[in-house]
């Protein structure tokens, strides 16, 4: 007789008791720090009930996934995983000009663009820097905020992570084939998509026209 197996219990199996603890642990100041002031921003930025929820509870699974990447250079995919179908069926839900097909086809996009990035990286280096757990992470952006305002925190994250190791080298703390966590730099970039976006965009759309 074969043993039925639970497959949420089986996928939470996959992480370390310490990544599950990380909101109620040593660090959950940070987390629930961050989400309090990303929240805050999102507030003062004028974002609706529904929207706001969405965009603190995108944040708070960003915030976790960011500490795990830095500590143990891993982003959990059972977190990237519920948090897709989560955000994904939120959205379905609250938003109404979104359909169900247009974020499965958003999120294919994503997906696509993502193995392209890791094509292109292990291409050029002849290693792996570019991870699947990346893409996983883009995935999960995709699904709570859409294919273009995830493209665009991704050149933010993109921005930030070359002005930082920039830095870095300046310092010789790091060189070009030291590994460098994205969690973070895409968490600055969907917070400054977020925050600052259509400010941004208004005013390079406003220089665009002028010249």
């Known amino acids: 007789m074969t043993k039925k197996t639970n497959f949420f219990k089986e996928l939470i199996k996959i992480l370390p008791k310490q990544i599950w603890q990380i909101p109620i642990?040593?660090?959950?100041?940070?987390?629930?720090?961050?989400?309090?002031?990303?929240?805050?921003?999102?507030?003062?930025?004028?974002?609706?009930?529904?929207?706001?929820?969405?965009?603190?509870?995108?944040?708070?699974?960003?915030?976790?996934?960011?500490?795990a990447?830095?500590?143990?250079?891993?982003?959990?995919?059972?977190?990237?995983?519920?948090?897709?179908?989560?955000?994904?069926?939120?959205?379905?839900?609250?938003?109404?000009?979104?359909?169900?097909?247009?974020?499965?086809?958003?999120?294919?996009?994503?997906?696509?663009?993502?193995?392209?990035?890791?094509?292109?990286?292990?291409?050029?280096?002849?290693?792996?820097?570019?991870?699947?757990g990346d893409t996983f992470l883009l995935i999960m952006i995709g699904s709570g905020i859409g294919l273009l305002d995830t493209l665009i925190a991704f050149l933010w994250a993109i921005i930030v992570a070359s002005m930082w190791g920039v830095g870095l080298l300046l310092k010789q703390q790091k060189h070009l084939k030291s590994p460098i966590s994205m969690a973070p730099f895409i968490t600055i970039g969907v917070f400054i998509t977020q925050i600052w976006g259509a400010r941004i965009l208004s005013l390079c759309t406003q220089y665009i026209v002028i010249f």
Request: glycine residues 16%.
């Open 25 to 67: 642990g040593k660090m959950a100041g940070w987390v629930w720090g961050g989400v309090f002031i990303w929240g805050m921003f999102l507030f003062h930025a004028g974002f609706t009930e529904i929207s706001l929820l969405l965009a603190v509870i995108l944040a708070f699974l960003l915030i976790w996934i960011s500490i």
């Open 69 to 132: 990447d830095i500590r143990w250079h891993i982003i959990p995919f059972p977190i990237t995983f519920l948090g897709t179908i989560g955000l994904g069926i939120a959205r379905w839900c609250t938003v109404s000009n979104v359909t169900g097909w247009q974020i499965l086809f958003e999120l294919g996009v994503i997906a696509g663009i993502g193995v392209l990035i890791f094509g292109i990286y292990f291409f050029l280096r002849g290693r792996r820097g570019w991870g699947w």
